[in-house]
């Protein structure tokens, strides 16, 4: 399976030990526990740290930044509650429907706020979404814009317009509607969204 470019950025700059995977996976789920129970602002390298009862020297050496290692919690957590759906659990327009359903469930829980809060914790640090972008948003879109694109070569997605294109519609109008607080994002409204843009066949 293809790495993450948070996880392509690790291996290279990684070059003696390994991390140990028990501890790293302390470490992922503490800073995500801290961002879900108190907030970004508390979520300091030192919390984390007494949290996982993890040296800081260890949570260094093994992340950049305070971002990176905030995104990469995000982004392990997310991995295990929105795992990229199987090609053979059916049509990439079901595929569709199902990630987007779970997306929008996930929205409403802790899972969006965290997200939310991780994004603007970036922009305020670097001036932009790019870490958040490389680190964790890059590989999952690259996966799914490869599944559209698999359901228009097969003929089950009648849509026509470019697949990264249809992607964003999908994502970016479940995101914006959630930020902006327009209407309730519910999977319903997911499923009935990819299926306005992909025009599953059928």
């Known amino acids: 399976m293809a790495k993450s470019g948070g996880e392509e950025a690790d291996s290279a700059r990684r070059r003696g030990r390994p991390r140990s995977i028990e501890t790293s996976n302390s470490i992922l789920e503490s800073a995500y526990a801290l ?3 108190t907030g970004l ?7 984390v740290a007494r949290h996982s009862n993890v040296s800081k020297m260890t949570i260094y050496k093994w992340w950049p930044s305070r971002e990176a290692l905030l995104i990469d919690a995000f982004l392990h957590h997310a991995a295990q509650m929105l795992p990229l759906p199987p090609v053979s659990s059916g049509t990439p327009a079901a595929r569709a429907r199902r990630h987007a359903a779970a997306y929008a469930e ?4 802790e899972f969006g706020k965290v997200q939310l809060a991780v994004i603007s914790e970036c922009i305020s640090k670097t001036g932009s979404a790019e ?4 680190r964790y948003l890059q590989f999952r879109r690259d996966a799914l814009v490869a599944m559209i694109a698999a359901g228009q070569k097969d003929g089950s997605i009648l849509a026509e317009g470019a697949p990264e294109d249809l992607y964003d ?5 479940l995101f914006y509607r959630y930020v ?4 309730p994002v519910t999977p319903a ?4 969204l990819v299926d306005l843009v992909l025009r599953p066949k059928g």
């Open 189 to 192: 409204y997911a499923r009935s």
């Open 131 to 134: 870490l958040f972008y490389a």
């Open 180 to 183: 902006f607080g327009i209407a």
């Open 41 to 47: 602002a508390t979520t300091t390298i030192d919390a």
């Open 106 to 109: 996930a929205l409403q829980g």
């Open 169 to 173: 519609a999908i994502y970016g109008g």
């Open 35 to 37: 961002m879900a129970a």
